[in-house]
């Protein structure tokens, strides 16, 4: 195009058009899970999704999606202003078998132009079941029950030897839908009634149970607070299985008035060394305190229930539905993520089973 050309051009308010750019970005996963930086260059400072894709690119139809938000700052892995929005994403826990998987990340585009898969997508990791910590496990009741929590069998099911879970003590069946509540004229703190207690869902990690806010009961205050307060809901579901058909909820033993369980035990009072013995010739007493607390999980050996014979209905892993919708091809192109709600960042997937159980006095 010839330089009069072009100025006609611009005289006529007809300036060749500037194409936008796609999203740039990283991605790595390791077995502390997915992580990653995500921008779009036609506008810099805006935070925009990020969508991940296990077992195969959008539009696959063996890909599950999820969508996560670039709103974290990243230490490593980026440089300058992209340090401001990192993201990080949670495997899911049918992956975590020790074989190789993939997962591949696409910056969605803030003006709806392609949405580009980032660099080092597709990513892959090989990483083994994470350890089972719990106090207790706790029976799905049945396939519908799964249901009514919108449990996920390819997010939240992570298959374990038997001997995982063969020493932790079962717990009180889940056989109902979750029952949400909040105080009459506020909108938080959510609760969750269970067992008879009050157990609080924190905001950041309502997405990862997929609850549904709106669905809570309205409560009078003095209703809430007249139940015993529990431990706090952990950061996502964990569901369990061994060789059988059973299905277990890993969560903590909640403690009433009195309750004899190891896991409920106040902290031992402090002794004086003063029993009222006869002190030995050095002058020291003889008596001998330990302090130690038993450990919750080894007071169960409770084995019942794993072999598939208490003749409960049992959980089923099949007829998994969790595949993402997703019509765009493995170029990267996506028209949109179906994507299920994914586990706030701020569940990270490696801590979860880690955290230290909360003891209650009696």
């Not at 999606?65 to 980026?78: D, E, I, R, S």
């Not at 990513?123 to 519908?144: D, E, F, M, N, Q």
């Not at 072999?307 to 007829?319: R, V, W």
């Not at 994914?342 to 801590?351: D, G, R, V």
Request: glycine content about 14%; some cysteine; aromatic content about 4%.
């Amino acid at each position: 195009m010839t330089r009069s050309v072009l100025v006609l051009l611009g005289l006529a308010g007809l300036a060749p058009a500037v194409h936008a750019a796609g999203p740039v970005g990283a991605v790595t996963a390791d077995c502390a899970g997915v992580a990653g930086w995500a921008q779009d260059p036609d506008a810099p400072a805006t935070t925009i999704d990020v969508h991940l894709y296990f077992d195969g690119p959008a539009g696959s139809p063996t890909a599950v999606g999820v969508p996560v938000t670039a709103n974290q700052v990243l230490a490593v892995g980026c440089r300058g202003e992209q340090c401001q929005h990192g993201f990080h994403g949670a495997f899911p826990l049918s992956r975590l078998d020790g074989q190789p998987h993939i997962v591949h990340a696409y910056g969605i585009d803030t003006n709806g132009d392609p949405n580009l898969e980032l660099s080092g997508s597709p990513a892959t990791y090989a990483c083994p079941p994470l350890p089972v910590v719990a106090g207790v496990k706790r029976h799905i009741a049945g396939p519908s029950i799964l249901d009514l929590w919108h449990f996920s069998t390819y997010f939240d099911l992570m298959k374990v030897a038997d001997l995982d879970i063969a020493g932790t003590p079962i717990g009180t069946t889940v056989d109902g839908p979750p029952q949400l509540a909040v105080a009459e004229g506020t909108t938080a703190p959510l609760w969750l009634l269970d067992q008879g207690f009050r157990r609080l869902v924190a905001p950041e990690i309502v997405g990862a149970w997929r609850f549904d806010p709106a669905a809570a009961a309205v409560m009078p205050a003095d209703t809430i607070t007249g139940l015993p307060e529990g431990t706090p809901l952990a950061g996502r579901p964990i569901l369990v299985q061994g060789t059988g058909p059973e299905v277990w909820l890993l969560d903590e033993h909640q403690c009433g008035a009195d309750d004899p369980h190891p896991a409920c035990a106040g902290p031992e009072s402090p002794t004086t060394g003063d029993t009222g013995d006869e002190p030995t010739s050095s002058g020291s007493d003889t008596g001998d305190d330990t302090g130690s607390e038993g450990d919750p999980s080894a007071s169960g050996t409770e084995t019942t229930g794993d072999t598939g014979t208490t003749g409960a209905s049992t959980a089923s892993t099949d007829g998994d539905t969790a595949s993402s919708t997703g019509d765009a091809d493995a170029s990267g192109d996506e028209g949109g993520c179906g994507c299920r709600s994914a586990a706030p960042t701020s569940a990270w997937l490696l801590l979860l089973l880690a955290l230290p159980r909360p003891r209650r006095s009696r």
